[in-house]
């Protein structure tokens, strides 16, 4: 059976940091593009960052360029994201989701609909 399962979300102040990870499994996550996504109170789902299926491609949207660091291990089958300098407007809950395609990878942007597979969420929330 195919999951995505996301941890590591919390309460934390600004300027803190958390890790975040996708537990994956019933897929050969070596395969796969995975991207992280956040969905504010009263906002579109924004693509955050994503990484390609090796892992050695990643984009970032701009508004957490040099704050956020996604990464990939594949023979644990689990990706990161890495957020430090966190903001109150990095509140929101975190998904990670799955390509829909083996071994697709797009240049710029992680675009939600080349995404099928899609985890329950974490909640993260930055304030003081």
């Known amino acids: 059976q195919l999951q995505l399962v996301e941890s590591g979300g919390g309460l934390v102040q600004p300027g803190g940091s958390l890790r975040l990870s996708c537990a994956t499994s019933?897929?050969?996550?070596?395969?796969?593009?995975i991207g992280w996504f956040r969905q504010a109170p009263g906002k579109e789902r924004e693509g955050i960052s994503c990484?390609?299926?090796?892992?050695?491609?990643?984009n970032y949207a701009e508004s957490v360029k040099g704050r956020f660091t996604i990464s990939k291990d594949n023979a644990e089958n689990t990706v990161y994201l890495q957020m430090n300098g966190l903001k109150p407007e990095d509140t929101g809950v975190y998904y990670c989701?799955?390509?829909?395609?083996?071994?697709?990878?797009?240049?710029?942007?992680?675009?939600?609909?080349?995404?099928?597979?899609w985890g329950q969420g974490t909640q993260v929330t930055v304030s003081s």
């Open positions: 989701a799955r390509a829909r395609r083996q071994l697709h990878w797009w240049t710029t942007g992680c675009p939600a609909t080349e995404f099928a597979y």
């Open positions: 019933g897929f050969t996550l070596g395969y796969y593009t």
């Open positions: 990484i390609n299926s090796r892992g050695g491609y990643s």
